[in-house]
């Protein structure tokens, strides 16, 4: 009896790091639950260990198939089908969440893609028997009810996923795409756009929105303008990234972890106050810090898990909560403003649109966060981007929106 007391009352080791997708369960093991079941890893004294062998296991676990002996004669890879596939796929996607170098986000966008194409094909598919002719098949199906942008993310996605197996040493042979399974051109995409029409706000429809809302999406809106943020950017945003002086937000764009500085308008400042003094308490500790919360305690954009798992496929079910949208659409609704489905994203689009008009690229881009493509004299000239740059950029906007604090031309006097 007292062995059983020692055992429960010693003291777990802490996570090795924030990343770490293991905990350390009373038996004196790693472990972690899997589709319902806990499975250990190793001893507390070894984590590394541990890890590796989590790593070797996961895909197997989460895709709810026994783990191989590694003792075992390695076996010829066997027909697979679109849904082993698809667990096989989505498991290695979720690991990278759990790593950080994925979003959710874009988990929930594979799983949606990996559910599309096993409806289109049937789960029990072998891919060695997906055609040239069932992709074409495939791409037509996606264009019905997608438009040039949003074909190509699927098509593109779709691609990323019939790929892994064969990369992954799964199967003998890759799908072959052919011409026809590909992204618009271009002109495709710059024709689509041109239909569209130019999707923007007027000053005039942003100061009704300001004067409609409450202060904490007031304050997002002007953040998303001013700032060029994102929804996922105003829901990570740390109250330790303002200044004392609330003059500066000092915080890397979440997308891209690009260092950013950025100039707060003097209308932001003064919301601050009310935002902070209205903050509901966080239901989770670890969304103490952040700046937005929503009335009932939760982070504006936050990922949810079905309670209960659907298939081996739902093992890396998400579903992606955009509350910053939701009460956006509701505010345009209200608004009578929902012409070519504006969404808050559009703010940071007149961002750079706006910003450019300062005739300074790299400041502009500085303030979007945007990951250089190569290393040029742009991304270089970005790093030595000064304050001078990025508040005269700042003003640009802010000058736009709000005309009559524009420094007035200097007049000349008539002799």
């Known amino acids: 009896m007292a062995q059983n007391t020692v055992k429960k009352t010693r003291n777990k080791p802490k996570k090795p790091t924030a990343t770490f997708p293991l905990f350390a369960a009373s038996n004196g093991q790693w472990a972690k639950k899997i589709r319902g079941a806990k499975h250990y890893f190793g001893v507390w004294s070894d984590p590394a260990a541990a890890l590796a062998k989590y790593h070797r296991e996961a895909i197997h676990l989460h895709a709810g198939e026994p783990v191989p002996d590694p003792q075992a004669t390695p076996t010829a890879p066997s027909t697979m089908t679109v849904k082993d596939a698809a667990n096989h796929f989505l498991s290695s996607r979720q690991r990278l969440v759990e790593s950080g170098e994925l979003t959710p986000r874009s988990l929930a966008d594979y799983f949606r893609t990996c559910e599309t194409i096993i409806k289109y094909f049937g789960k029990e598919k072998p891919l060695d028997k997906i055609s040239l002719t069932d992709l074409e098949g495939l791409r037509a199906h996606l264009a019905k009810t997608r438009k040039a942008v949003a074909l190509g993310n699927e098509v593109q996605r779709s691609r990323t996923f019939l790929s892994y197996p064969f990369a992954a040493e799964l199967v003998a042979a890759p799908v072959r795409f052919g011409n026809a399974f590909r992204r618009p051109s271009s002109k495709a995409m710059r024709g689509a756009r041109n239909a569209r029409g130019e999707v923007t706000f007027t000053p005039a429809e942003i100061h009704a929105m300001l004067a409609a809302t409450d202060p904490q999406l007031k304050c997002m809106i002007l953040l998303g303008l001013s700032c060029a943020m994102g929804n996922n950017d105003l829901s990570s945003l740390p109250m330790s990234a303002i200044s004392a002086d609330r003059k500066w937000i000092t915080f890397p764009r979440p997308k891209t972890q690009i260092p950013r500085r950025l100039p707060i308008w003097p209308e932001v400042t003064e919301l601050l106050p009310q935002v902070i003094a209205t903050r509901i308490p966080p239901k989770d500790p670890a969304d103490e810090g952040l700046l937005f919360v929503t009335r009932c305690g939760h982070r504006w954009v936050r990922n949810q898990r ?110």
């Open 306 to 415: 079905p309670k209960k798992e659907m298939g081996n496929v739902g093992s890396a079910r998400v579903t992606v909560i955009d509350g910053v949208a939701q009460q956006f659409r509701k505010l345009m609704v209200a608004l009578d403003m929902r012409q070519h489905r504006r969404g808050f994203y559009v703010l940071r689009h007149l961002t750079q649109t706006i910003g450019e008009q300062a005739g300074d690229p790299a400041a502009v881009a500085a303030i979007l966060g945007h990951a250089p493509r190569s290393y040029d004299m742009a991304s270089v000239n970005r790093i030595s981007v000064n304050d001078e740059r990025l508040l005269a950029v700042s003003k640009t906007i802010h000058d736009w929106l709000w005309p009559e604090s524009a420094e007035p031309a200097k007049k000349t006097r008539p002799r």
